[in-house]
């Protein structure tokens, strides 16, 4: 039967060409780059080489890159659910007319510009900023905390972005958890601890492991919160590639450490689509 | 729960909350005071920081700039990206499932990626930098959301509506018109305000593909950030912040944005 409207090909077209031609295209490009010592302003030696990946393999430096955003991104990623599972748990079982404002301020970082978020923390934690007013004044600390270009302070920050991701993807796992199998837990004598442990926790595992995977590859892959707090002294790949990219114009390094990051990030995020079909009802994202 | 427990939870959560707005409140506040440099809490609250805003031509053309950019790109993404779900939803033909895994990619891959695969491409045109390469830039990041928003309405949909609109005598173009748009506006709407909102906040595709004289936005706030912290970045990040609750206001009353977009960002 002849379906109504205009044929596919027609349909398809625009986008076909827009994605073949500007993202696909592109990234091959980028992936063959890789393979190729170009540098920017000079003339490019010919042939394939590996060379950009070996370079990156065998300098301490450039390890230390990679294994900074891994350990960050573990570490981000754990604080993330860590803190998002009390707060994914209270919208899943709120009933009350502050839902909707609740889930607004959830998402209202994810919504405002990444870089007007940074700010905010940049004015909370400077050396005379907010944070160290109070951490002085209630006597926790006897001079100001240095935040700005430091591990906390990235952390801090990225942990912001990856709290809402973290609690989006857990609230509807925990939805489909029935609060009578809790009920029956507490009517069988079990103390809120152990009804959480053995309960709600063991159910919602799978949607949780997805969550934290999908919340891991986002930090790895972030650019401005590490760029803009981290400064200098704190390279991860993704400030690691900018500086290539635009500073020492070594395009093809560039390329081979972008290649890198993308395994990283991107092998990890399909990881968490695949356990996504294990764990039907956390797709809030992707 | 016992009460001591929920007031347990509640606290911690409160302490959460407070985390999440906290940096995004800073900002409005500080956009507000006085003081000629950063300073908070603001001593004397005051507009001068929007009315000194002509100061800045920078950041007037850059808001101007932004504007353009997000109208044009996510239009384009409306009209191409609303094509390509009613071909992905209505159509079997060869290359589907490499173009429906495709459409999907540029969410998956992070954008600084997207950004140098961009930059690298577009110089191997030789061309000068222009506002096509930062438009198409967010066509990509952006066209993904209306297939999908777009693909959600077309799932639940009854071709029979139209075939019935065909077969009472209306024209292809009458039954698109009268049938197929009213019914698949609410996704419309979610992707167009979605991608509107994503191209104006743009920054890991943009930071590679501006021009010394065409700066996004929120490209601008960066490289101001980088270099101080005066409170000129407040007013303008509150406006910002401004157009995009007013276009996610819209969209909620419009068609309950949030059904349609999780809120994703790359």
């Known amino acids: ?190 103390g809120a601890w152990r009804t959480f442990l053995r309960i709600t926790l063991p159910l919602t595992l799978p949607g949780l492991a997805a969550g934290s995977m999908l919340v891991f590859s986002l930090t790895v892959a972030a650019f401005v919160t590490p760029a803009l707090m981290g400064g200098p002294s704190l390279i991860v790949l993704s400030t690691l590639i900018y500086q290539t990219m635009t500073v020492t114009l070594e395009w093809g390094f560039g390329a081979a450490v972008a290649t890198i990051l993308l395994v990283v990030a991107t092998g990890l995020f399909l990881l968490y689509q695949r356990l996504l079909g294990l764990a039907r009802g956390s797709g809030h994202f992707a | 729960m ?89 159509h079997r033909f060869r290359g589907r499932a490499l173009l429906s895994a495709l459409v999907m990619a540029p969410l998956v891959l992070p954008g600084l990626i997207t950004g140098i695969a961009l930059l690298q491409f577009f110089s191997l045109f030789r061309t000068e930098p222009s506002f096509f390469r930062l438009f198409v830039g967010h066509l990509i990041v952006t066209v993904p959301y209306v297939v999908r928003s777009v693909g959600a309405v077309l799932v639940g949909f009854d071709t029979t509506l139209e075939e019935a609109a065909r077969g009472l005598g209306a024209g292809p173009v009458t039954a698109t018109r009268l049938i197929t748009l009213p019914l698949i506006k609410p996704g419309l709407i979610a992707g167009a305000l979605f991608a509107f909102i994503l191209s104006f906040d743009n920054v890991v595709v943009s930071i590679f593909l501006t021009t010394p004289r065409l700066v996004p936005l929120p490209i601008q706030i960066y490289n101001y950030v980088e270099s101080s912290a005066r409170p000129i970045i407040a007013s303008v990040s509150t406006l910002q912040i401004v157009v995009i609750v007013v276009l996610v206001v819209v969209a909620e009353k419009l068609v309950g944005f949030s059904r349609y977009v999780g809120g994703a960002e790359r």
């Open chain 2, 2 to 90: 016992t009460d001591r427990g929920r007031f347990v939870l509640g606290a911690v959560n409160a302490l959460i909350y407070a985390f999440l707005v906290a940096p995004i409140l800073v900002v409005i506040v500080v956009s507000f005071g006085d003081a000629p440099f950063l300073q908070f809490p603001p001593g004397r609250l005051s507009l001068r920081w929007y009315t000194s805003l002509g100061e800045y031509p920078d950041f007037l053309a850059s808001f101007g700039l932004s504007l353009v950019l997000a109208a044009t790109s996510a239009g384009a993404a409306t009209v191409v990206g609303t094509m390509g779900a009613f071909a992905l939803a209505r």
């Open chain 1, 1 to 190: 039967m002849r379906k109504p409207g205009p044929p596919a090909a027609w349909l398809a077209a625009p986008l076909t060409v827009l994605l073949g031609g500007f993202f696909l295209a592109p990234l091959l490009l980028l992936l063959s780059q890789s393979l190729r010592l170009v540098v920017i302003g000079q003339p490019a030696p010919g042939g394939l080489t590996l060379q950009n990946y070996v370079r990156f393999l065998a300098d301490p430096f450039y390890l230390g890159t990679l294994r900074a955003t891994l350990v960050l991104g573990v570490f981000v990623t754990v604080l993330a659910v860590v803190l998002g599972y009390p707060v994914a748990y209270g919208l899943a079982r709120a009933r009350h007319r502050w839902r909707t404002l609740l889930r607004l301020c959830v998402v209202a970082p994810l919504l405002v510009s990444v870089v007007i978020r940074t700010y905010g923390w940049i004015v909370l934690l400077a050396g005379n900023g907010v944070v160290n007013q109070t951490l002085l004044a209630l006597r926790l600390v006897d001079e100001p905390v240095k935040f700005m270009f430091t591990y906390t302070g990235v952390t801090l920050g990225l942990v912001h972005f990856a709290l809402p991701v973290a609690i989006l993807s857990l609230v509807s796992v925990i939805e489909a958890v029935d609060p009578a199998l809790e009920e029956a837990a507490r009517g069988l004598g079990a």
